[in-house]
């Protein structure tokens, strides 16, 4: 699920051939002015950022506080250094340890960029950081279900990205924005109504633009290109209907980042959804390999996922005994990361209470098909078969 937090984000692309002497000049300018466009900058960090994205973070932030010496008055490292901890949060979103670091790293970013738009009201780089810190505010806060504070750090985000959109033929660093501006802009009245009066005092966006600019920066941005990859890969997922495009992007990023446990289980999953069970079991099967063997980042989120498609692996080739062991695992997983209102966790109830019933333990049965109806909510498909089966088999 997005939310109109998820706008914000670092931006960074490279910059194509300009066609005339003005826009060269004028390039020229934002190039010694903007530290995202900064190419000597981008190719000293390039193993700090990737390692950023690769969970190896004593290194990436050994690098972000180098950056933050030559540069104490910039918010690019300290933004970078917050990315780092939005990325210890990200594999289980759930669990709130970190939540007072990073809110107060995005602060430090939000206080660096307002110094910079007070001392030029024009500059597309401050308004840039400024919507990326409030944009994680707000998705940090949506999760939390602190909606008010969420919508705030919402509607700044939107605010901030409208200063900074256009020119993107001049300045493709900041193409993101305006990706995300018209993707989200169109996306959030449809989805969230509440909202509309907040969008309608913006211009008006077009998401299929917004999906080709995002295509454009993940292809060939330097400090965006893999946010843009992790926007583009849950909205092909879930909004979109494009699974193999959803799959190719994850393919793409577990195999550039093998470490990365979100990562990985994204590809699992799109392996899943796509039909190819089998490679999605030996996925599966490392990511609970690396959770036994407490690899950074690999956890009981990572793990409820796993279990699962072992799971049904293993009730398609009609195993019961160990489809019955991994849909058990997935629901200690669930208990573990405190999520049993997860689709998951619920058909794994469900699974596991038609073969109690198949077993002719009826108490079993029942009672995990209570258990269904206990945490799923009652528009939940999951606890319409859950009731439906009760029924139909006299529990």
Same mark, same amino acid.
């Given at each position: ?13 490279? *910059?194509?051939?300009?066609?005339? =002497?003005?826009?060269? &000049? ?22 700090? !950022? ?12 050994? @690098?972000?506080? !180098? ?10 490292? $300290?933004?970078?250094?917050?990315? =780092? ?7 289980? #979103? ?13 602060? !430090?970013?939000?206080?660096? /960029? ?7 009201? @024009? ?10 810190? +409030? ?6 806060? %949506?999760?939390?279900? %602190? ?12 605010? $901030?990205?409208?200063? =900074? ?20 802009? !169109? ?10 009066? #907040? ?8 998401? &299929? ?7 454009? #920066? ?11 990859? +992790?926007?583009?890969?849950?909205? $092909? ?29 994204? +590809? ?5 959804? #796509? ?22 980042? $690999?956890?009981?989120? =990572? ?9 049904? *692996? ?8 160990? /489809?019955?062991?991994?849909y058990l695992q997935t629901l200690s997983y669930g208990e573990e990361s405190e999520s049993q209102e997860s689709g998951y966790y619920l058909y794994a109830l469900i699974a596991l209470g038609k073969m109690a019933n198949e077993d002719k333990d009826k108490v079993k049965a029942k009672e995990y098909f209570n258990q269904v109806k206990k945490y799923a909510k009652r528009k939940h498909p999951a606890h319409k078969e859950a009731r439906d089966y009760i029924k139909k088999n006299k529990l």
């Open positions: 699920m997005f939310s109109v937090a998820s706008l914000g984000i670092a931006q960074g692309m490279q *910059f194509p051939v300009a066609e005339n =002497s003005e826009a060269l &000049e004028k390039i020229g300018k934002e190039e010694s002015t903007y530290l995202l466009l900064d190419k000597s900058l981008q190719f000293r960090i390039t193993e700090t !950022v990737n390692a950023l994205y690769n969970f190896e973070f004593e290194k990436a932030e050994r @690098g972000f506080l !180098v950056m933050q010496y030559q540069y104490p008055e910039h918010p690019l490292p $300290y933004f970078l250094m917050g990315l =780092s901890t939005w990325w210890k949060i990200a594999p289980d #979103v759930e669990n709130k340890k970190m939540d007072d670091q990073f809110l107060n790293q995005m602060d !430090v970013v939000i206080a660096k /960029a307002k110094k910079m738009l007070d001392k030029d009201s @024009g500059n597309k780089e401050a308004a840039f950081f400024l919507a990326g810190a +409030y944009g994680f505010q707000g998705r940090l806060l %949506s999760e939390r279900k %602190s909606w008010t504070k969420a919508t705030f750090a919402g509607k700044n985000a939107l605010k $901030y990205l409208n200063l =900074s959109r256009g020119e993107e033929e001049l300045n493709p660093e900041l193409l993101l924005g305006d990706a995300l501006f018209n993707y989200f802009s !169109v996306w959030i009245p449809e989805n969230y109504p509440i909202l509309k009066p #907040v969008v309608a005092l913006f211009p008006k966006g077009d998401k &299929e633009l917004g999906l080709r600019q995002l295509e454009d #920066v993940a292809q060939n941005a330097f400090y965006a290109r893999v946010e843009a990859q +992790y926007f583009l890969f849950r909205l $092909y997922a879930s909004e979109e209907k494009q699974p193999y495009k959803a799959l190719a992007i994850t393919d793409y990023l577990h195999a550039k980042f093998p470490n990365n446990p979100y990562f990985h289980r994204s +590809y699992a999953r799109h392996l899943y959804t #796509v039909g190819r069970i089998t490679e999605s079991k030996e996925q599966s099967e490392e990511i609970l390999q690396r959770i036994e063997a407490k690899w950074t980042g $690999y956890e009981a989120n =990572s793990g409820r996922y796993a279990a699962f498609y072992l799971a049904q *692996f293993y009730d398609r080739i009609n195993d019961r005994a160990l /489809a019955k062991k991994y």
